[in-house]
């Protein structure tokens, strides 16, 4: 197994490593959405205290969640920062993270996929844009341009 899957731009983040102290395949996933970096297509289009940038980042955790369980691996919720040093240091950021036990080989690379895929539809469902997301995993920089027309399409 890599030492890191990583798929990061200045929107968002997914990083995927082998869980330090253990030898025995477990994975410690970390990932964040920058808040403020989503505003111009979430400003004014939520409820108080339900960010659609942050919703959909808790959505997509779930859905690993879920990913994890049906690959037979154990995800568990991590109250410490393991993810220091790994994930970038800003304000504005949302982050949440997960040990994951017992995952398969593949995992990794499978799990990035779901999450880059999924945050996109998670975060215009819950902004309630209607916009067609991409259905397939662009390169980060190529995510980032799109995220960035949308800002621009969205600005309030």
Same mark, same amino acid.
């Given at each position: 197994?890599?030492?890191?899957?990583?798929?990061? +731009?200045?929107?968002?983040? @997914?990083?995927?490593? /082998?869980?330090?102290?253990?030898?025995?395949?477990?994975?410690?996933?970390?990932?964040?959405?920058?808040?403020?970096? @989503?505003? /111009?297509?979430?400003?004014?289009?939520?409820?108080?205290?339900? &960010? /659609?940038?942050?919703?959909?980042?808790?959505?997509? +955790?779930?859905?690993?969640?879920?990913?994890?369980? $049906?690959?037979?691996?154990?995800?568990? $919720?991590?109250?410490? +920062?393991?993810?220091? =040093?790994?994930?970038?240091?800003?304000?504005?950021?949302?982050?949440?993270?997960?040990?994951?036990?017992?995952?398969?080989?593949?995992?990794?690379?499978?799990?990035?996929?779901?999450?880059?895929? +999924?945050?996109?539809?998670?975060? $215009? &469902?819950?902004?309630?844009? =209607?916009?067609?997301?991409?259905?397939?995993?662009?390169?980060?920089?190529?995510?980032?341009?799109?995220?960035?027309?949308?800002?621009?399409?969205?600005?309030?």
């Amino acid at each position: 197994m890599k030492e890191l899957y990583e798929y990061q +731009n200045d929107f968002l983040f @997914f990083i995927v490593r /082998p869980a330090p102290m253990r030898d025995d395949g477990s994975l410690l996933y970390c990932s964040g959405v920058d808040l403020y970096r @989503f505003l /111009p297509i979430t400003k004014g289009r939520h409820r108080p205290m339900s &960010n /659609p940038a942050m919703r959909g980042l808790q959505l997509v +955790n779930l859905g690993v969640r879920a990913l994890a369980l $049906s690959s037979g691996a154990t995800p568990k $919720s991590l109250w410490d +920062n393991k993810c220091a =040093g790994l994930v970038p240091v800003r304000e504005g950021l949302y982050k949440e993270r997960l040990l994951i036990e017992k995952a398969p080989e593949s995992f990794p690379e499978e799990l990035i996929k779901y999450c880059v895929i +999924n945050i996109m539809k998670k975060i $215009s &469902n819950a902004s309630l844009l =209607g916009e067609t997301m991409p259905e397939t995993v662009l390169e980060p920089d190529k995510l980032q341009e799109y995220i960035e027309e949308l800002c621009r399409k969205y600005e309030l």
